[in-house]
């Protein structure tokens, strides 16, 4: 802690040598505003709570980020907001799915029927499948991650926090805006963005990105193969009518599709071998380095805003399709043990969100909503071939193959509602409660080919299982302001993750696999929202507790992932978020974060130790050298290890200078993100090593502000870490990290 003292200080320090604030932006009238702000003057506008509210005003942990700082700190995407937010980790699955960590509540699996503890949200949509959570942001508004169990104010109840990304409103003023790219490895990229007003009542706006990798930053050992690279295009638009004085209707769609085999085409952790005798081989791999993941999704929704006398109305309807197609090698080398391939896992999502919201002015802000969710995924289908896939019929060094086909249905419906009371002078009671039922069905259509060692009777006939999941959670804040510019919080909260089924393993109709069951958090925090020198540094904190129930886990088997749930867990830390603009054009801002985390009950919890000649006598104790390839499965008392993605220290810090010129005005950005490690998986024999990462801007834009030259680099220090790793029976898979990269970015805006 006197390293965290001794930081604070010097942050506090540099405040005092000036007095310009944070950022402007007026609240009044923001109706579904998003983050917003500049440097000049004011405060973050945020809608945190559904309304819009001053930032330091929320008495909730909250992390925003505007469009202008993203881009100075090189947050060009969703997982890049790692890098500007406390606590957070946004790792991915292979290609294939986003698996966010938020103060260590996170889910490292992003397969069929999957939901994240951390839920994103795109212009008020949920974004159920973790397929669809790994997007490039081309026109971006704001990113706001709110931390803790959320569910009271949001359509999904999410136990981790949310991910809320606005993209930018059509304006009735044209203008327009066209960005080109090139990069290292062989890269481009672009952009077009414009808005226009159609008449008095009606303007749209229309985005368009992509990019293309021509080359790659490794490649396969075996076949000379370039892999991990990646191409993708999307396109979002809007029309916003304004269907009389006091409604407004936003009709807004996108789509886009993103191949790419980053994360995929792994290597072997370092110091171990796999069953086929692959080691680490750095940013390439002993595959044949055929493995990709191509990720198409789009969707339509319609917001409806209106102001009635008494309250405003506002009602969200949106359709989502995802679809997921990926080739993995899973041993690792080229003998045909376990070749994961066509596997297909379409996603359709139906929501409909109504809620009654409480007038600016009125003395007691409330909310009550009503959410239906209808989601519909499975494996269509999911096929594993090789050596590894044996059957009744398969000789010696035969390869087999098995395809399983099938469907899980969620039908939720919820109810939430929360209010803000007024109890003493500057002081607020905040309130709030969701009921949520969930119906899920899961129906196994079959399996083709012969049987696993992990699916009995492949030949199986099909079944149908029914399960309803039926929770009450709820929220209490306690929140007082000591001057305008302090204010305390006290909170509590309830979160409620449902459950589902093992799609990749759902059993057979004599032995179904047992369903995964709702997981519970509560989660106690304090907090403190401070401004000082007349708004010239914000510094926000906030200390939780967590005591985690019935969580689920999740680890790789040949063919899939296994979930099941173990554990019982209690998480703990601190977030500290601030801004400082000590001098006129220099702002820094940054956090901290501080993990530490354990499973308190964890009785039989998976254990993966290599293979050795002698086998370990025992399960938990460290094995001696290996000599073998792949891992022995068992399983031990877990309870008192770490929990996995947990670092104990994060430190994000992210100055810029700006300063005019005659020609135009000049900006130096750079952000440095620090993370202590953390372990992968949960018996902590695998870890990610403590790891830095620099990325950096300087940008020249003319005056009239009408062209930018912008030239980037990100992990300027080339330092090697993962995205990704698990232990299998096979192998200790890891996928890196992309290494250094840099290019140049014009911008000419109309």
């Known amino acids: 802690m006197k390293r965290i003292s001794a930081l604070m200080v010097g942050v506090a320090l540099a405040g005092l040598c000036g007095s310009a604030s944070a950022f402007a932006q007026d609240a009044a009238g923001q109706r579904g505003a998003e983050a917003s702000g500049d440097e000049d003057g004011g405060d973050i506008v945020v809608t945190a709570r559904k309304r819009s509210e001053l930032l330091q005003n929320v008495p909730i942990a909250v992390s925003a980020i505007t469009e202008e700082t993203a881009a100075r700190s090189g947050v060009t995407g969703i997982e890049a907001v790692t ?3 406390p606590n957070l980790q946004f790792n991915r699955e292979i290609s294939q799915g986003a698996t966010p960590f938020l103060r260590g509540v996170g889910s490292p699996q992003a397969s069929a029927g999957g939901e994240s503890p951390v839920a994103v949200y795109i212009d008020d949509v949920y974004i159920g499948s973790p397929n669809g959570n790994m ?11 709110l931390k803790g169990p959320q569910g009271t104010l949001f359509g999904r109840n999410a136990t981790g926090g949310v991910i809320q990304v606005q993209t930018k409103a059509p304006s009735f003023d044209p203008a327009m805006e066209i960005r080109a790219g090139y990069g290292n490895y062989d890269t481009y990229s672009g952009a077009v963005y414009a808005t226009a007003g159609l008449g008095e009542n009606v303007a749209f706006n229309i985005a368009a990105s992509g990019s293309k990798q021509n080359d790659g930053w490794g490649r396969s050992l075996v076949t000379g193969r370039e892999i991990h690279k990646s191409w993708d295009w999307n396109v979002r638009g809007k029309l916003l009518f304004q269907a009389g004085e006091n409604t407004e209707m936003t009709l807004a769609g996108d789509y886009g599709k993103q191949s790419s085999d980053i994360g995929s085409n792994a290597t072997v952790y370092p110091g171990s071998v796999s069953l086929s005798g692959a080691t680490f081989q750095g940013h390439n791999t002993q595959t044949a380095g055929l493995d990709f993941a191509d990720v198409k999704q789009g969707g339509v929704s319609l917001k409806i805003d209106h102001e009635a006398s008494f309250a405003d109305l506002v009602s969200i309807t949106a359709y989502r399709y995802t679809k997921v197609a990926f080739d993995l090698d899973q041993d690792l080398g080229m003998a045909p043990l376990v070749q994961v391939g066509t596997v297909v896992t379409p996603t359709k999502t139906f929501t409909q969100e109504l809620q009654i919201v409480s007038k600016p002015d009125s003395p007691i802000k409330w909310i009550v909503g009503l959410y239906y969710l209808h989601t519909k995924t499975g494996y269509d289908p999911s096929r594993s071939a090789g050596v590894f896939i044996v059957g009744p019929y398969a000789g010696v060094g035969v390869t087999n193959s098995v395809s399983l086909f099938d469907t899980q249905k969620l039908n939720s419906y919820s109810a939430f509602g929360e209010a803000t009371v007024p109890v003493l002078s500057d002081t607020n009671l905040t309130v709030g409660l969701r009921y949520t039922r969930d119906v899920y069905d899961l129906q196994v259509d079959g399996r083709v080919g012969d049987d696993t060692f992990t699916i009995p009777d492949a030949r199986g006939a099909p079944f149908a299982k029914h399960d309803v999941f039926p929770k009450l959670t709820y929220r209490a804040i306690l929140d007082h302001k000591f001057t305008p510019d302090i204010m305390a919080y006290a909170s509590y909260s309830r979160g409620f993750r449902s459950g589902g089924y093992q799609l990749a393993f759902p059993g057979t109709s004599v032995a179904p696999a047992a369903v995964v069951k709702p997981e519970v958090l509560d989660a106690f925090e304090v907090g403190l929202k401070t401004q000082f020198f007349n708004g010239a540094l914000t510094l926000n904190g906030a200390a939780f507790y967590y005591d985690y129930k019935n969580m689920a886990i999740s680890f790789v088997q040949p063919g899939g992932n296994l979930i099941e749930n173990a554990a019982a867990a209690r998480i703990k830390g601190l977030d500290i978020d601030f801004i ?6 220099l702002r820094i801002s940054g956090g901290i974060g501080i ?42 008392n877990l309870s008192g290890r770490t929990t996995i993605r947990t670092p104990k220290f994060t430190l994000t810090l992210a100055p810029s200078y700006t300063f005019e010129t005659g020609i135009g005005s000049f900006t130096i950005g750079a952000n440095y993100y620090h993370n202590s490690g953390f372990f ?20 020249w834009k003319s005056p009239s502000d009408s062209f930018e030259i912008r030239l980037w680099g990100k992990n300027l220090t080339d330092k090697y870490y993962a995205v990704y790793s698990s232990p299998t029976q096979l192998n200790d898979l890891l996928a890196p990290a992309a290494p250094r990269t840099y290019g140049v970015t014009a911008t000419v805006r109309f």
Do not use: H, M
């Open 83 to 85: 890098f500007s937010t």
């Open 680 to 699: 992968w998986e949960v018996s902590n024999r695998t870890s990610q090593a403590a790891y830095d990462v620099i990325n950096g801007s300087l940008s």
């Open 135 to 145: 997007f490039e942001f081309n026109n971006i508004a704001s990113v706001q991650v």
């Open 595 to 636: 993990l530490d985390g354990e499973y308190t009950d964890f009785p039989n919890g998976p254990i993966l130790l290599p293979l050795t000649t002698p086998t370990p006598a025992n399960c938990l104790a460290p094995p001696p050298q290996q000599v073998a390839g792949g891992n022995l499965i068992c399983s031990g």
């Open 580 to 585: 400082a603009n000590p001098v006129k054009g």
